[in-house]
Every structure is written in C-alpha cells, then in structure tokens.
C-alpha cells in the first residue's frame, strides 16, 4: 500500500494529522501533578461522546477486545448464562471468550447480513422468569458485514420484560462514528477502541461502566488481573493508574474528544451518513448488493458489498492493494470471499471517499467484473454534490 493513500478498511482508520502530533509528546511522568488532568480530560471526553452523564469510563493499555474481556470478568461470575446473537465475526468471537470464561451462552446463529433477533431476545427474555441470563451482548455495528442493529430496541425489550440483566454494547465500529446514547438507551456497559471512531492508533480498550454494572463488580467471581476495574477505578481516585498508563494515547484520544465535539456530535454522524449514502449508491451503480439484508440495517461506518457468485472478493482487496496501492477490508469468516468491504468512518471527507470508490471501481473492472468505468463515482458525486441544480434553481 501507499502511505500518500487513504486506507478504506474499518479501522484503523485516517488519522488526521494533529490527532498523530498529540500522540507524540515527550515522557511525561504518570505519578507527576500533570498527568491527572490529561486522564480526567480523556475520560469525561470519552463520556461526552457516549452523550452520558452516568458513565464510569476506563482506559486500558489494550485493543476492543480487552474492552469485551473487562465487561465480562469484571461483571460475571462463573458459569452464569448470558444471552447473545452471532452475526457476524466480532459477535461470533465475543461470544467465544464467554465460552473461554466458562459461562454459559444462550445464543442464536442468524444469518450474517442481518441484525441483533430482538424478538427471539424478547421471547427468551420472557421465559427466564429465574432471571438465569445476567447479562446481553449486542454487537452495535457488525464490522465484518456492515450490519447496524437496534440496541434502543433490545433495552425495550429487556424493560418490557421487567428482566434485570446487564445490557453490554460492543461499539466499537460505532462509537464517535454513529449515534450511541449510553443513557437513553440504559446501556450498562459500552465497549470500544482508540483505532476507528477516535481515528488514533489502535492501543487502547475503552469500557464505560453504568451505575448498575459498578455494583455488580463488587460482587465479580470470575478471574480479574490486568483489567480489574476496582484497581483501576482506586487508583484513577489518586489520579493514576495500577501500572504505567500510554501517556501519549491518553492525550490524543483527549484531543480526539475535543475534535469530535468541536464538530459537533450530530455534524459527526450527518457527515458519516452522507458518506456511507454515497458509497451505497456506488455499489447501486454497479449492480452489486449490499450483504446487509434491508436498508434499516444499513451501517454508517463500513459496507460489506456482495460479489458475483463464483468470483472471489478477495481478488478486489489484493488487486487493489498490489496495483493501486489502497486497502479495503477482507471479507471474514462466513462471508470471507463473497464480500468486500468499503470502510468509511473516522477522518473522512466526501472527495477521499470518490478516490476509493474510484480505485475499487478500476479495481473490479481489472478484474472482468461487468461494472461501467465511472459509474460509481458518478452516483457517489450525486450525493455529494452541493450544488444540485435542484438545489440552484430552489435558490434562484
Ligand atoms: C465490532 C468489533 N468488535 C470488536 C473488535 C475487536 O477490537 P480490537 O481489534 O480493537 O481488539 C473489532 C475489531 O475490528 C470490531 O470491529
């Protein structure tokens, strides 16, 4: 790949030039007066961009998958029933490091290309009048199939039963990218990482804990080191951490916060909405179809884009990459080889998105696929475009 590219892949992702300049300070001492002020910067940022007011929010040296593990260990104990749906790769692997963890999933296998089953959720919930499942886990943003499920539904589902299990919301393709209301949607624990929405290197786990999941690490009975959350939250009272913080992360993804805010949340989403619409278009144009089963489903941060039966997908992603220099996403799992994947989140503007959709366009054609030069872009410009004559001739 070129380093002068854009990379199109779901994180990590664009970053912009002075999120990298914030993650290159000098050493600063952790245990110095300095240090308390960056990481209370970090984490109430962080709670801004969940729009919570509640939120505990820890970071670790770590990835999203640190994220999972720290909900988990810290909230369950061994053998309790979760309830969980796989759709996708990161659902499918969250669901794994239960089984790891010796608890007992309770989980539907669903098609990949469609959503979190909130009626079969509802229903399970319903029977459990034991109140056996203690926590769900909903994937917000299936990254490996471009899939958005509704996790404002699954709260209502939960509160409909009167059912008292922990709501765990991986968003870790989602956060900062798309809308994520930690509050109104009662969310007990949030999952993500520094690559994708905070569009900074990957290196670290975020976890934001509510309320309620802060009771429920007291009583915790599954084995807890590195991402103990009492550790940490004792220490963060004295304005540290148990063991050596990534100072220069901390103060980008403070100023990725700022960033972020400084746009505006809503501009944020819009902005990624506009770009996704004019990626969905492109692949309209080319006559492919998106893996994500109806348009409600369809993310804002990655589309996963179906290829002819036969054709392997995968050919796109290293044609492009060798004779381009650009990267797209793999297909994975189920889908590896029947999908490719556009990622467009983070630092991202509409003229970047054409020169991907530009090179997975030559990239296709290259390869014999049946798609008209141009045809894409065209369509993703008609979405971006300021001055559509309808618009001029409103304005006149
Ligand atoms: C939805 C989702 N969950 C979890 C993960 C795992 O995160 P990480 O690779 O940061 O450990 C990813 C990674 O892409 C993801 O997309």
Redesign the pocket.
């Known amino acids: 790949m070129s380093l002068q590219n854009p990379v199109f892949i779901?994180?990590p992702t664009n970053m912009p030039e002075a999120l990298r300049r914030a993650c290159d300070l000098p050493t600063i001492d952790h245990r110095s007066a300095t240090f308390p002020n960056l990481l209370n910067a970090a984490r109430s940022g962080v709670r801004d961009v969940l729009k919570s007011q509640v939120a505990d929010v820890f970071i670790f040296p770590s990835?999203?998958?640190?994220g999972?593990e720290t909900a988990i260990a810290n909230t369950l104990r061994p053998g309790d029933t979760v309830l969980a749906a796989r759709n996708g790769m990161?659902s499918h692997k969250w669901i794994k490091m239960c089984q790891d963890f010796g608890l007992r999933p309770i989980f539907k296998d669903v098609t990949w290309g469609e959503g979190f089953p909130t009626d079969w959720a509802e229903d399970q919930l319903a029977k459990d009048t034991g109140h056996r499942i203690k926590a769900v886990l909903i994937?917000h943003?299936?990254?490996a199939t471009g899939v958005t499920s509704n996790v404002a539904a699954l709260r209502k589902a939960l509160s409909d039963t009167n059912h008292p299990a922990l709501l765990f919301v991986?968003g870790?393709?989602s956060i900062g990218s798309m809308d994520f209301r930690f509050d109104d949607w009662g969310v007990d624990v949030a999952v993500t990482?520094s690559?994708k929405g905070f569009m900074l290197p990957?290196g670290l786990g975020i976890a934001a804990f509510s309320p309620k999941a802060m009771r429920a690490t007291e009583q915790g009975g599954l084995p807890r080191g590195y991402f103990n959350i009492q550790d940490m939250a004792a220490s963060y009272k004295t304005g540290g951490y148990p063991y050596t913080p990534s100072v220069g992360m901390l103060n980008g993804l403070k100023e990725s916060c700022d960033m972020l805010m400084g746009e505006g949340l809503e501009a944020v989403f819009a902005r990624h909405r506009r770009i996704a619409d004019g990626v969905r278009a492109a692949v309209r144009a080319w006559g492919l179809d998106i893996c994500a089963a109806h348009p409600d489903l369809y993310s804002d941060t990655v589309t996963a884009i179906k290829t002819p039966a036969g054709f392997d997908a995968g050919q796109i992603v290293a044609h492009a990459e060798h004779a381009y220099g650009v990267s797209f996403g793999a297909g994975l799992g189920d889908v590896a080889g029947k999908v490719f994947r556009i990622g467009h989140l983070g630092s991202l503007t509409d003229v970047m998105t054409l020169s991907g959709i530009a090179t997975a366009e030559m990239a296709m054609v290259d390869l014999g696929l049946d798609i008209t030069p141009g045809s894409g872009v065209a369509a993703a410009q008609n979405v971006y475009r300021k001055g559509k004559s309808s618009t001029l001739s409103e304005a006149a």
């Open positions: 779901p994180g990835t999203g998958t640190g999972w990161f994937t943003n299936e990254t991986d870790v393709s990482g690559q990957a």
